[in-house]
């Protein structure tokens, strides 16, 4: 039975430092509660931990539901697809994956190793970077603009909105703070996507959103209020989740230079390391659901309306699942971490993010082969989306 007495999976997930340590949690979690409630009323709900319960719920939407209701940002409509649920989420795929599919983004591989190594210019010589500023956040931000048809030069207020909205600058405890910074930010982007819809709508241009703002669903035009909620989720998801994963990445590469070295010698285990690491150092470690219907799971009964959390991180570290879990090993079969999720709402950005990890790798132990952390560098990871809050690493020029 779960040990749920003394153990709060809330504080656990959440408090400082989680972030840094994020396999010590899981492992608690995992051994005393794969399934558990947080008696902290500021962080209230039922956490699922365990692989087999986490992959329940992810294929069971209608019991496990990612609606608004699941995650309020203070917006006013739901971020599509990902907070709708099927059978309309079914529609609103069908119509966006198209622009996703793996044909489509294979074409964009010379644009994104061009950028890469634009990138590396101009930080090679240096022999030392911000690493987290100035590669892991201008690379996929850069080419999700250029692939949307955005203006680079709004780039900086579209990273500030991000960051109001993933991680607010408020105190530790601070729900109301960080409630009201999510919702001005939440304001601020739905005033910028109405006046971007309504330009597009004159003149589409050759961007994604262009064909976003003209694309029919059920043979009807799709309305503002869906234009703004699939704006708002491309926003979001295509600035911050690739950035997160670069950072915990690299910042393990570079305390292992045994798996750093592997893939300089071996360019052709980058793709099975990309997978890999997702799995081993999954960025995004919780989803938020609310339940819809009376279910038992790992032998918790759990009732409609609460608020759970699906714990991607402790899923992807279950030796039930994946023996010697917290090993790194770039030949495992990884086809079925959780990292983008599974079923209904797997990452449509998935195919994205895959060739970005995988060209970055790929050029940067090119050209970088021999990297380190800084010296005295103190890195530190944010909880629930795993980014660096700086990450200094230096190598000979």
Same mark, same amino acid.
């Given at each position: 039975?779960?040990? +749920?007495? /003394? ?26 509660? &794969?399934?558990?409630?947080? &008696?902290?009323? +500021? ?39 990902? =907070? ?5 989420? /079914? ?46 956040? *201008?690379? &996929? ?15 900086? =207020? ?12 408020? %105190? ?27 330009? #597009?709508? %004159?003149? &589409? ?5 262009? =064909? ?38 690299? #910042? ?35 989803? *938020? ?6 279910? /038992? ?16 991180? #402790?899923? +992807? ?9 917290? %090993? ?5 079969? +990884? ?46 990871? /944010?909880?629930?989306?795993? =980014? ?5 690493? %230096?190598?000979?020029?």
């Amino acid at each position: 039975m779960p040990d +749920n007495e /003394t153990v709060d999976p809330g504080m656990l997930l959440l408090g400082e430092g989680s972030g840094d340590r994020p396999h010590a949690v899981y492992s608690e979690l995992l051994e005393r509660c &794969p399934v558990g409630r947080s &008696p902290d009323a +500021n962080l209230p709900g039922v956490y699922v931990s365990g692989y087999e319960e986490v992959a329940w719920a992810l294929r069971h939407p209608e019991v496990f539901s990612s609606s608004a209701e699941a995650l309020e940002i203070g917006q006013s409509q739901p971020l599509i697809p990902v =907070q709708v649920d099927p059978p309309l989420h /079914t529609r609103y795929r069908a119509l966006l994956n198209p622009m996703f599919k793996p044909k489509a983004i294979a074409e964009l591989e010379p644009q994104v190793r061009a950028y890469v190594n634009n990138l590396l210019d101009g930080l090679v010589d240096r022999g030392h970077c911000n690493f987290h500023d100035e590669f892991a956040t *201008p690379l &996929p931000s850069t080419i999700f603009l250029r692939l949307m048809g955005l203006p680079q030069e709004d780039l900086p =207020q579209f990273l500030r909105w991000r960051d109001d909205t993933i991680r607010p600058d408020v %105190e530790p405890g601070d729900t109301e703070g960080a409630a009201r910074a999510r919702e001005a930010a939440s304001q601020a982007i739905g005033a910028y996507f109405e006046a971007a819809i309504e330009r #597009a709508r %004159e003149e &589409p241009g050759d961007g994604l959103f262009g =064909q976003i703002v003209g694309a029919e669903l059920d043979g009807r035009p799709l309305d503002e209020a869906e234009l703004l909620g699939i704006s708002h989720l491309m926003l979001l998801g295509g600035l911050d989740t690739v950035t997160a994963a670069l950072d915990c990445m690299v #910042a393990y590469l570079a305390r292992h230079p045994d798996r750093r070295q592997a893939l300089v010698d071996d360019p052709t285990l980058v793709p099975k390391a990309v997978e890999e690491l997702l799995r081993q150092q999954t960025p995004v470690m919780l989803l *938020p659901r609310v339940v819809r219907e009376p279910v /038992t799971l790992g032998g918790v009964e759990l009732q409609a309306g609460e608020p759970a959390v699906l714990v991607i991180g #402790a899923a +992807n570290s279950d030796e039930r699942m994946f023996p010697e879990a917290d %090993e790194v090993d770039f030949g495992r079969d +990884n086809g079925r971490h959780v990292a983008f999720g599974v079923g209904h709402h797997f990452c449509l950005g998935a195919h994205l993010a895959r060739l970005e990890l995988r060209v970055a790798l790929e050029e940067l132990h090119r050209r970088i082969p021999e990297y380190r952390l800084k010296d005295g560098a103190d890195i530190h990871f /944010t909880a629930g989306i795993r =980014q660096a809050t700086g990450l200094e690493i %230096e190598w000979a020029p």
